[in-house]
């Protein structure tokens, strides 16, 4: 290894306030880091979404003596990739000689689109860790990076994705090299101290709609549960954690493992709260033991319900019916775990599925008024099966990078939807279902109010004819809700965390 063992991986913020918060720990780049760490290189990360990012960027623009390259990682939408662009031209412009090398989902899913951009010169695609360390090697003994497994360059532009590679072949992740409690959330569910966490990746099911489902092409791979329970019980005695949230994309993929890990978690007398995501056929599977999970301190559940509406449902082949969700909101009810259900309303060719799914939801906040929803609507992910629907049906595929950068798929993207429809969908999720089912906290608060009270019984007439006949024009309710509660909005999961514990700490604004 020669002096120029410096390596500077960057994350570029992320841009979809007030829909989501992103403040948490920068996996991916400790991931790919992990190699590089174990071989003796000296790994600097800038995260763009924490306070200092900037200052941390012009110092190093300013000394760039040393780095052996620059990694960045990107994903389509929120600018990180005008951020990522805006990052390498500027490294380029102090040291023309500093490889740029481009990872993550963007990376992935439109290389070629990516070295259009002439400050990148070479994009990863799939897992990083492999690749980045014959990278490192490579530039230290002056070798080219054509011909590297999944490293896609000018003069290699047919490169599959590499088949997943076991994730416990790679080491720990080396938090030492950021600071951990500048990423410690005070989290409603698991605790005042909670930690991100991610012990897998991809998910063995084949969702039209899912990047994922292409960019890991329907397979999984996790560690093992000691593996998971040792990493958990190290942070939380490392950092004193409280909680520990996995943002696997689907945890529960093996219940032998999640019952395996829970089960350490309890015969060890570890006190940690965590949640996770789920598919919604592998909760049914895991029924009979939830009790058990939230004994060890399954404390939130995230599920991609996705539809109310049958026909969506086939079409995505998500391989559950409506019933399925109804299902799982009651094992989640009976078991009293608060569970945050998704649903994306918008797909090509289909018509319909709206009022069904808000139908949906209203079941389930009739099984649990403590239940979150989220709802989306479809975006087009290049790669994805239904991404070659969406351009039958009229959606244009962004021309250059920096329109693949500025998509917010947290709006409607697709011209076969109207845009009222956000007005309808955001005021039904975001506040009426809640309005007509409220949590306990908000209950709480009545009792203590008569004149309140009162007053609320008359409004919940009127928003449940507004939920009626969907109309949520003049949304007077909201006024009273303001004046009574002091709030914005009803607080729950991560509206907390945005609005809350992200404006506390400055972040993401």
């Given amino acids: 290894m020669t002096k120029n063992s410096r390596i500077v991986l960057y994350q570029p913020k992320v841009d979809y306030w007030p829909y989501y918060p992103c403040y948490w720990a920068p996996l991916s780049l400790l991931s790919i880091a992990a190699p590089l760490v174990n071989k003796g ?24 003596e040393g780095i052996l390259f620059v990694g960045i990682s990107t994903m389509i939408g929120g600018n990180q990739i005008e951020r990522g662009i805006s990052f390498g031209r500027s490294i380029k412009e102090v040291n023309a000689s500093i490889p740029v090398i481009v990872g993550g989902p963007a990376g992935t899913i439109i290389p070629e689109r990516l070295l259009e951009c002439e400050a990148f010169d070479a994009i990863v695609r799939g897992q990083g ?16 990076l054509s011909g590297i497994p999944g490293v896609v360059t000018r003069q290699c532009k047919n490169v ?70 040792a990493e958990v019980a190290d942070l939380v005695e490392k950092y004193n954690l409280t909680g520990i949230k996995f943002y696997d994309s689907n945890f529960f993929a093996s219940t032998s493992r999640v019952k395996k890990f829970a089960m350490m978690i309890i015969e060890s007398g570890l006190h940690v709260k965590w949640s996770a995501s789920a598919h919604p056929k592998d909760i049914i599977r895991i029924a009979d033991d939830m009790s058990m999970l939230k004994k060890s301190g399954l404390s939130r559940l995230l599920i991609g319900a996705e539809s109310g509406y049958q026909p969506v449902l086939d079409y995505v082949e998500k391989g559950t019916t409506v019933e399925d969700n109804l299902t799982v909101a009651r094992i989640c009810a009976e078991n009293e775990i608060p569970a945050a259900f998704t649903f994306i309303v918008g797909f090509p060719g289909i018509e319909g599925d709206i009022n069904p799914t808000l139908k949906n939801v209203i079941e389930m906040k009739e099984i649990s008024p403590e239940f979150d929803v989220k709802i989306h609507f479809y975006y087009p992910f290049p790669g994805s099966k239904l991404f070659d629907r969406a351009v039958e049906h009229g959606y244009q595929e962004p021309k250059s990078l920096l329109e693949f950068s ?35 906290w908000f209950t709480d608060l009545l009792s203590q109010k008569p004149l309140s009270a009162l007053s609320y019984k008359a409004l919940r007439q009127i928003a449940r004819l507004r939920v009626k006949f969907h109309y949520y024009h003049f949304p007077f309710e909201k006024g009273w809700f303001q004046y009574v509660t002091k709030h914005n909005s009803f607080e729950r999961g991560d509206y907390h965390e945005r609005y809350n514990d992200a404006d506390a700490k400055g972040v993401c604004n």
Wanted: aromatic share 14%; net charge negative; hydrophobic share 30%.
């Fill in 406 to 440: 500025g998509n917010d798929y947290y709006l409607i993207q697709t011209p076969w939807l109207d845009r009222h429809l956000e007005e309808k969908v955001r005021s039904f999720g975001d506040f009426y279902c809640d309005f007509l089912y409220p949590p306990q």
């Fill in 129 to 144: 860790e492999i690749p980045i360390s014959i990278i490192a090697d490579a530039i230290t003994t002056g070798k080219d």
């Fill in 41 to 64: 290189y000296n790994v600097e990360i800038i995260d763009g979404n924490v306070n200092g990012s900037e200052s941390l960027i012009q110092d190093t623009l300013s000394d760039p």
């Fill in 160 to 229: 599959p994705i590499p088949l997943l590679v076991d994730k416990n072949t790679f080491p720990p992740y080396p938090w030492e090299i950021i600071d951990v409690p500048s990423y410690l959330r005070n989290d409603p569910y698991t605790g005042d101290r909670t930690l991100n966490h991610v012990s897998s990746q991809g998910c063995p099911y084949r969702c039209g709609y899912c990047s994922e489902a292409f960019t890991c092409q329907s397979k999984w791979s996790a560690y093992l549960a000691e593996r998971t329970f």
